[in-house]
Structure formats: structure tokens, C-alpha cells
């Protein structure tokens, strides 16, 4: 009930291509969805993050999407770059404020 | 650089040690939060403090506590240690008592060998 699925576990992408990542929850009580991206020996930061009131969001080349009755959210990254190699984790809070839960991560590759 | 400290960046003990971890916050920050990186489970979220009061609880073993002082800084505790303890302890702070909704700006990690 309080895992966050995550798929693919790893993903290459050309530069220029479109990189989708996708995660599904069981929970109805999340109520709040960020993405984080993590490089290697830093920490998380986060990317973009979205409530389900909205199906979509988009910040630059990032876009959330968000499908409540599904009960799954997708990051689409337009034009990958190289630098944006990473790993990315979904992450989704209960609406009690109480526990916070991250998908398994996603090892973006993005060839130049 | 996210502006949020931790010390040490690397731990090496034995099992049945205990370890103090810290962290301090970026200024202005109230509320902490600690989490847990490890190849088995992923990154876990332990526990959250806000201006010096425990706020959320997540998945902390008993082993393992903390603690936020009147200067804002935060220890993570944790004793027992077993091999298993070993992984990335990140630190994380965020302006406000909004749990996980505010920004949380991670630190850069302490990473915990048990041996």
C-alpha cells in the first residue's frame, strides 16, 4: 500500500530523444508527487513535483504527467542532453504529512 | 552546493558500535529530515524534526534515533550497528513544517561502512 513502482530501471535515450519514466501507486491517501534527480555522490534535488488535482505540469523540458484514476504519473524529459544522465526517483506523501515514499529509481543514460 | 551540511562524509565502525551523524540545515531552514540510501531498500525516509519537535515518522528502526537542537543542527543516532546499517545517510532541510511539500534541499550524505 505504501510502495511507489517504478519502471524501467534503466533507460537510454539518444540526445535530442524523449525520455519517459513511469511510476503507479496503490495508495489513495498520497496527495503529492515529486520527481528527484540525483547525480552521482550527490544528493537528491528535487525536479518537479505535482498534486492530483492536475493532470499535467511542465517546467522547461520537464513534464509531469498525472493520471489519478490510473493511479500513476509519468516524467517525460523533451530533448535529452548528456547532462542529464542521472538517476531519477519518483517519490509520493501521504496526505496525513506523515510518510513520504520513493519509487526504486530510474538510471537515465543519455548518449551524445 | 545545496547550503545543508553533513559530517562526517564517511563512517567506517564495526557491528555493535554506535555512530553519531549531523547535520546542519540551511540557514533559515526549520525543518530537517533524515533519510536512508541502500542498494536492498531503496531510499527510505527515517524521520522529520521541526524547530526542535519530531514531526513525521517513517520507517526508523528503534536502534536508531534523533534529535534537533535549539541551533536548528540535527543528530541522527544510531547504535547496534549491523552490517545491514551500512548505506548513504542524507540530510535534508526545508523552510516550514509542510511535510515533503516544501522544497527539501539535500545535503551531500555520510556515508556508513559497518564492518
Known amino acids: 500500500q505504501q510502495q511507489v513502482k517504478q519502471s524501467p530501471q534503466s533507460l537510454i535515450v539518444q540526445k535530442g530523444g524523449i525520455s519517459i519514466i513511469n511510476c503507479a501507486y496503490e495508495n489513495t491517501a498520497f496527495d503529492y508527487f515529486p520527481w528527484y534527480q540525483q547525480f552521482p555522490g550527490k544528493g537528491p534535488a528535487l525536479l518537479i513535483a505535482?498534486?492530483?488535482?492536475?493532470s499535467e505540469k511542465k517546467e522547461g523540458r520537464f513534464t509531469i504527467s498525472f493520471n489519478k484514476s490510473a493511479k500513476q504519473f509519468s516524467l517525460h524529459i523533451m530533448d535529452s542532453q548528456p547532462g542529464d544522465s542521472a538517476t531519477y526517483f519518483c517519490a509520493a506523501r501521504d496526505n496525513y504529512g506523515q510518510n513520504f515514499v520513493f519509487g526504486p529509481g530510474t538510471r537515465l543514460s543519455v548518449l551524445p | 552546493d545545496s547550503g545543508v551540511t553533513q559530517t562526517p562524509k564517511h563512517l567506517i565502525t564495526a557491528t555493535g558500535q554506535r555512530v553519531t551523524l549531523r547535520c546542519s540545515p540551511r540557514s533559515g531552514d526549520l525543518s530537517v529530515y533524515w533519510y536512508q540510501q541502500s542498494l536492498d531498500q531503496g531510499l527510505q525516509f527515517l524521520i522529520q524534526y521541526y524547530n526542535g519537535e519530531e514531526r513525521a515518522k517513517g520507517n526508523i528502526l528503534e536502534r536508531f534515533s534523533a534529535q534537533q537542537f535549539p541551533d536548528l543542527h540535527s543528530e541522527l543516532n544510531l547504535s547496534s550497528l549491523e552490517l545491514g546499517d551500512s548505506a548513504l545517510y542524507f540530510c535534508?532541510?526545508?523552510?516550514?513544517?509542510?511535510?515533503?511539500?516544501?522544497?527539501?534541499?539535500f545535503g551531500p550524505g555520510t556515508r556508513l561502512t559497518v564492518l
Open positions: 505535482i498534486r492530483p488535482d492536475v
Open positions: 535534508a532541510s526545508s523552510l516550514t513544517t509542510r511535510s515533503f511539500t516544501d522544497t527539501q534541499y
